[in-house]
């Protein structure tokens, strides 16, 4: 193939997104490679699939999912499964994304209730922030965490006769308390990633994202990835 | 499931299922330890009546012909020797499922109709309910329903529900040679049971007891206990209870959790309607 003109139609900055981020490619900048975007989809999609083969187990309010994927007994059988693929997808994600999530005086800064409230009110001072703000580290640790409660817990559940018997009720609890505070979590990181904040969803699926939304949420990240200066220092 | 049965109670049911159309008297058997010779009748008609396979005993030691209920084997006598105050003893007790008035594998049975309890207080399960998950088991303070590697369900005593259903005794009580297991109405059976109890402290038994145990709400199953200040001698739960635990994250986690979640969901919905959409200005 000849060097200089682009092979193919494609978008080249998607082209470069399949393997490399962080890059700028005209007015576009790669955020999220596809091995990223692929570990992410997957984690994401096994923990819908535990979810909802979990919830008609946890309430019979529920119980019309389970007639979604084939009845209680689907459930019992798929639920485990699930989450044990799920676990594995999020140990992937925890090694993929360790190096991103270093916790930095600025995100220390970042993660008091009042800027976190400011952010929210869009009122915040975003302009330390790096590839990830504060509170995406938090929840990228939260999850790991809860992610290890789950399976524990889950282990038990899934053998409860192998276990003593308050082994397996002290189970129910943490495995109940964790999934809720985990949907709790993902369900505000689906609304910051999707409506909330224009753009980022996009950067999930095809991996880049504009030289202005890099400016306006994470503007340290777009002076270390362009070399530019601050606009406003 | 027998239709001439009308259902009190059913497993993760939102709705209770009882009409209050049929009166049916609570039953209950009566199992009089003090009169049980170890004889095994009732374990051979519980087989013969259930259908149940022969299962290979096991050697423990004793006359016990199982070291546990199995899910092919739902009626054990128990038999164990004490250094009573009364001198040596060999006891024997009759177990099997309870049928507790408060059942603890019903309030822990995830999957709707599984596990239900009839007008009467038969406790039964249903196999074509019962989704395996074993919680049954961790929820019933007698460790009596057991999973069937085999079948992938749990199985248990039905109180021959099949048999009372039609007016029948239950397969045990019909089969005992010593009239130490009747059957009848609930009520009549504590009435023989707290006589036979007052004989046997006439005869100096001062500690024996009716075991019907109040932390399940009672049981369908009256036990008379020559030692009753020591049930656990028999191998019997000195205060069987739903465990708290259970309690607590059935009747408050869940709640709470569902109030948290869709809570949650409905902050985002308001959020974004109030705050709209995070975007840099023009110019920015
Ligand atoms: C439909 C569901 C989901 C959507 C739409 C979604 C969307 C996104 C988006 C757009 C990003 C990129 C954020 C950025 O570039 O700044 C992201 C990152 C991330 N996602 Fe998801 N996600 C979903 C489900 C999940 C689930 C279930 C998990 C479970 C652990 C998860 C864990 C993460 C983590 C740890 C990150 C990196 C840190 C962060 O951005 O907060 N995601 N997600
Ligand atoms: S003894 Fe166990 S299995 Fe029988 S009704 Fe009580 S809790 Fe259920």
């Known amino acids: ?233 | 499931m027998p239709q001439t049965l009308e259902i009190r109670r059913s497993s993760a049911s939102l709705w209770g299922e009882k009409t209050g159309m049929r009166h049916l008297p609570v039953v209950a058997k009566y199992i009089d330890t003090t009169t049980c010779i170890g004889c095994k009748a009732c374990e051979v008609a519980c087989q013969e009546w259930n259908d149940l396979g022969p299962v290979p005993t096991v050697q423990t030691g004793t006359y016990q012909t199982l070291p546990n209920l199995h899910p092919e084997f739902w009626n054990l006598i128990r038999f164990n020797e004490r250094e009573t105050d009364k001198g040596f003893a060999w006891l024997m007790r009759k177990d099997q499922c309870m049928h507790c008035e408060d059942p603890g594998c019903l309030a822990a049975c995830p999957s709707p109709g599984a596990i239900v309890q009839y007008a009467n207080g038969i406790v039964d399960v249903n196999p074509a309910q019962c989704i395996g998950c074993g919680y049954c088991e961790t929820g019933c303070p007698f460790d009596v329903p057991k999973f069937h590697q085999k079948t992938g369900k749990m199985a248990k005593c039905t109180l021959c529900v099949d048999r009372v259903g039609v007016g029948l005794e239950p397969a045990c009580i019909k089969a005992c040679p010593t009239a130490c297991l009747q059957f009848g109405t609930k009520d009549d059976m504590v009435a023989r049971g707290r006589s036979r109890v007052e004989a046997l402290k006439a005869n100096g038994f001062d500690h024996a007891v009716l075991y019907d145990p109040p932390g399940v709400g009672g049981t369908g199953v009256v036990t008379v206990l020559a030692h009753g200040d020591h049930p656990e001698w028999y191998g019997l739960p000195r205060d069987p209870r739903v465990s708290p635990l259970l309690r607590l994250w059935k009747s408050v986690l869940r709640p709470l959790g569902a109030v948290a979640m869709l809570g949650t969901l409905f902050a985002a919905v308001g959020h974004f309607m109030y705050q709209g959409p995070k975007e840099p200005r023009e110019g920015a």
């Not at chain 1, 946890?58 to 485990?80: E, F, I, K």
């Not at chain 1, 689906?190 to 980022?200: M, Q």
């Open chain 1, 1 to 233: 193939m000849s060097s200089g003109a682009p092979s193919s139609l494609a978008d080249p900055a998607v082209l470069r997104a399949r393997r490399t981020e962080d890059v700028v490619v005209g007015d576009e900048i790669v955020r999220h490679r596809l091995a990223s975007r692929v570990i992410h989809w997957s984690v994401a999609l096994l923990f819908f699939l535990a979810l909802f083969s979990g919830l008609p187990i946890w309430t019979p309010v529920l119980g019309w999912m389970a007639h979604l994927l084939g009845g209680l007994n689907v459930c019992r059988w798929l639920h485990p499964w699930a989450g044990l693929l799920f676990f594995l997808a999020m140990a992937a994600m925890f090694v993929h994304w360790l190096g991103d999530m270093r916790l930095e005086p600025p995100d220390r800064e970042w993660l008091r209730p009042r800027k976190m409230v400011e952010y929210m009110k869009h009122e915040g001072d975003e302009a330390e922030v790096g590839k990830y703000n504060g509170g995406q580290k938090l929840f990228f640790f939260a999850v790991a965490l809860g992610a290890a409660g789950l399976i524990v817990s889950g282990l038990v559940l899934w053998f409860p006769l192998s276990f003593p018997r308050m082994a397996s009720e002290l189970a129910t609890l943490l495995h109940d308390l964790t999934f809720i505070l985990f949907v709790v979590a993902v369900v505000l990181h689906v609304y910051l990633g999707t409506a909330a904040e224009p753009g980022t969803f996009h950067s999930m699926v095809r991996g880049t994202v504009t030289r202005r939304w890099a400016r306006f949420h994470h503007p340290r990240w777009y002076r270390e990835v362009t070399g530019e200066r601050p606009r406003h220092p």
